[in-house]
T-cell receptor
Framework: GAVVSQHPSWVICKSGTSVKIECRSL??????MFWYRQFPKQSLMLMATSNEGSKATYEQGVEKDKFLINHASLTLSTLTVTSAHPEDSSFYICSARDMRGLGQPQHFGDGTRLSIL | KQEVTQIPAALSVPEGENLVLNCSFT??????LQWFRQDPGKGLTSLLLIQSSQREQTSGRLNASLDKSSGRSTLYIAASQPGDSATYLC???????????FGEGTQLTVNP
């Protein structure tokens, strides 16, 4: 089946560091990828939608200068948390939709646990 | 604004029981509905996808139904096993957009 690879799976770093998370679709092309944030025992919160070759669309309340998204190819999107602080600690999950259409299921990565000290 | 609700929030059953997880949504104009499984500290695994024109989908011991007019979907798990323990999330994709709206999930524990 379709696989979305997310890397790294766990990051621990000091406050002020910038952290990049990669999301790759391994066996399909994805014109659209999604970035979610999940707090403990809560559901997923959509942060932004990235479209290949264009600027990402951010949800209300999500700082675009804080969470930089790049979708440079049909198989790769990156999320960079700039100057991360302890409140940015969370579980980040990416998702990709097969470019063959809206009727295709969304596939999710295994998530990245980000811990800022 | 679409809202998705899942009941119950948590469920604990003995091994072997058949069980039903419920999902309701406020706006019936959906494109499809997807059920996911999430293990602790992991991402989401897609279980079943039901298009708006379909009534149900089956995969192994899982059966998902969709009643779009009443805004409901159920996930039926037959002969539950301890390995089924996880959080189950339903999500709807709206006709006019491409985003998924998630419910809060049902945390299932199957006791051996």
């Amino acid at each position: 089946g379709a696989v979305v690879s997310q890397h790294p799976s766990w990051v621990i770093c000091k406050s002020g560091t910038s952290v990049k998370i990669e999301c790759r679709s391994l066996d399909f092309q994805a014109t659209t990828m999604f970035w979610y944030r999940q707090f403990p025992k809560q559901s997923l919160m959509l942060m932004a939608t990235s479209n290949e070759g264009s600027k990402a669309t951010y949800e209300q309340g999500v700082e675009k200068d804080k969470f930089l998204i790049n979708h440079a190819s049909l198989t790769l999107s990156t999320l960079t948390v700039t100057s991360a602080h302890p409140e940015d600690s969370s579980f980040y999950i990416c998702s990709a939709r097969d470019m063959r259409g809206l009727g295709q299921p969304q596939h999710f990565g295994d998530g990245t646990r980000l811990s800022i000290l | 604004k679409q809202e998705v609700t899942q009941i119950p929030a948590a469920l604990s059953v003995p091994e072997g029981e058949n069980l039903v997880l419920n999902c309701s949504f406020t706006d019936s104009a959906i494109y499809n509905l997807q059920w996911f499984r999430q293990d602790p500290g992991k991402g989401l695994t897609s279980l079943l996808l039901i298009q708006s024109s379909q009534r149900e989908q089956t995969s192994g011991r899982l059966n998902a139904s969709l009643d779009k007019s009443s805004g409901r979907s159920t996930l039926y798990i037959a002969a539950s096993q301890p390995g089924d323990s996880a959080t189950y999330l339903c999500a709807v994709k709206e006709t006019s957009g491409s985003r998924l709206t998630f419910g809060e999930g049902t945390q299932l524990t199957v006791n051996p």
